[in-house]
Each structure stands twice: as C-alpha cells, then as structure tokens.
C-alpha cells in the first residue's frame, strides 16, 4: 500500500513571496491532515479535512495560509506572502474513518525563508 | 487546553543502556495516547499507544504505560541500540481525533 506523498520534499524562498505545498493522502483515507513542525517544537495542527470540508482550522493564520482539498483526495496547502517565520516543515497525515483512526504521515516538505 | 510536556534532550546513552523518557499530558478525560518515532531523514511514524488507563502499548523493545494517576506516559527501554538513535515524540488524541505533540526529544545512543 502507498504512503502519503508530499511534494516537494524541499523549499527555498524569500520572504514575501508565495509556495505552495502538495499533499496525496493514503487510497481511501477520508480525513487529511496539515501540520507545521517549526525546528525545535513538535507539529501543531493547522488544518484538518474530512473529505472535502474543513473540520478544524482554527490554528491556520488565515491572512496567509489557504488549504483547499478538491475531490476530497489531494490537498494543497499554500502560503502568501511568506515570512521568516514560516521556515518549518510541513507535513501532510491521513487516517480512514474506520478502525483505529491511525494517523499516516507524509516526509514532509522542509521549506526555508530567507 | 490540552497539552504534553516531555522531557528535553538531547539523551545521550551508551548502547544496551536503559532509557526513560518522560511524558505528561494536560487533558480533559482521557485521551488516547502516542510515542511517535521520527528517524534522520524520514517521516514520524507511530511506535506504540494506549487508549485507556493502566493499558501498556509496547512494540520494538519500548515500553510505556498510560498512567492517569500521575497523568504520564514515559517511554521505557531496557537495552537501546544505536539504530534506536531519532526524535521521539509523546502525543495524545484531542478532538476530532487532531494529534497534540509535545517537543520532542533526541536520542543518540553511542557503540
């Protein structure tokens, strides 16, 4: 069975400009799951789909992140404009709505702005 | 709010020593719990949980057990080994099943 996919795995920009992460969760996995891991902290929620809805994005800094989930598979996450301290890594976790309700997670996306 | 407090690191051991990481967490209820493993270079993946109080998650040799008591989690290990060598993270379950992490603790085991 495929893991969750991210790309891209690494990221260099400065500030003020934009990126945008990509995210495809495991085959049949209906929630979707975004989280900021800043060096140093451990990842914190930004944003979480059921589907094609949002269930929690109340940690999102809505002035400049967007996430959108169409289709209710892939999702992308996107930063605009980027600061200093967005530099983290940005993972991408999927879990079904059946069974254990085990989170998978993606390699994440490492990105850096200078 | 809910929260988890882990011990900081970095742990530095000698190979087939003992290891304890601390954990405690801040919730209402009792939530599910989680020791997440993340080695150099690659994705967090779940080394063991619990779901309830006294249960004991274990898997590779770790060891922890949901203690509501003390509210605590600490991970065990008899004998580490250097491939044991990563980041360890002590979560739980909030609502809408989101993950709340603690920051994290290194592990380097020397031969």
């Known amino acids: 069975e495929a893991g969750v996919a991210q790309s891209p795995r690494y990221k260099i920009i400065e500030k003020r400009q934009s990126v945008a992460f990509w995210c495809n969760p495991i085959?049949?996995?209906?929630?979707l799951y975004w989280y900021q891991q800043i060096l140093g902290q451990g990842p914190k929620l930004l944003i979480q789909?059921?589907?094609?809805?949002?269930?929690?994005d109340s940690q999102l800094p809505k002035d400049r992140f967007s996430a959108e989930r169409l289709k209710g598979v892939d999702s992308t996450l996107k930063i605009q404009p980027a600061k200093l301290e967005d530099s983290a890594v940005y993972l991408c976790?999927?879990?079904?709505?059946?069974?254990?309700?085990?989170?998978?997670f993606g390699p994440g996306t490492r990105l850096t702005v200078t | 709010g809910d929260s988890v407090t882990q011990m900081e690191g970095p742990v530095t051991l000698s190979e087939e020593a003992f290891l304890t990481i601390n954990c405690t967490y801040t919730?209402?209820?009792?939530?599910?719990l989680f020791w997440y493993v993340q080695y150099p270079g690659e994705g967090l993946q779940l080394l063991l949980k619990?779901?309830?109080?006294?249960d004991k998650g274990s898997n590779k040799g770790f060891e922890a057990t949901y203690r509501k008591e003390t509210t605590s989690f600490h991970l065990e290990k008899g004998s580490v080994q250097v491939s044991d060598s990563a980041v360890y993270f002590c979560?739980?379950?909030?609502?809408?099943?989101?993950?709340?992490f603690g920051a994290g603790t290194r592990l380097a085991v020397h031969p």
């Open positions: 619990a779901t309830k109080a006294d």
């Open positions: 979560a739980l379950r909030g609502g809408y099943n989101k993950l709340i």
């Open positions: 976790a999927s879990s079904s709505e059946t069974g254990s309700y085990e989170q998978y």
């Open positions: 085959s049949g996995h209906a929630t």
């Open positions: 789909f059921q589907n094609n809805g949002v269930v929690d």
């Open positions: 919730a209402t209820g009792y939530p599910s």
